[in-house]
């Protein structure tokens, strides 16, 4: 169960990070994938933050990942630099692929093939 204090810094790490990706973002992944922040999570000793980050219009979205990983020192800093009024220490970051978009799609698309071919059961029989 996170604290209302790991909410205050999750949400206020979320918003700023939002920010930081809308302003630096095209110099770490390139101008083309469309980078969202879904949400953050932080540990219950504040010594590290899970941002969990959507990617649209490229395919290889772990490439993005990626290339985010190997420029996590440069966003840190631009994090950190935002939220350092707010936060007595800087937790750690760490980016984790949200692909709850693409799961319901395909869940949605297996409903839809279901209810195409008849399976889940229709109100005729009634």
């Known amino acids: 169960m996170e604290s209302k204090r790991q909410k205050q810094v999750a949400e206020l790490l979320k918003r700023n990070f939002s920010i930081v990706l809308q302003q630096e973002g095209s110099y770490v992944y390139g ?26 219009n490229t395919e290889n979205k772990q490439a993005v990942l990626l290339e985010m990983e ?17 936060l007595r220490r800087m937790p750690d970051i760490a980016f984790f692929l949200d692909d709850t978009l693409d799961e319901m799609y395909r869940v949605d698309a297996l409903f839809n093939r279901l209810y195409s071919e008849n399976q889940m059961g229709s109100s005729e029989e009634e």
């Open 70 to 86: 190997e420029e996590i020192a440069r966003l840190k800093q631009s994090l950190s630099s935002r939220v350092r009024q707010q």
């Open 31 to 56: 101008a083309e994938p469309l980078v969202t922040v879904t949400g953050v999570k932080v540990t219950p000793d504040f010594a590290l933050a899970k941002i969990y980050i959507s990617v649209y």
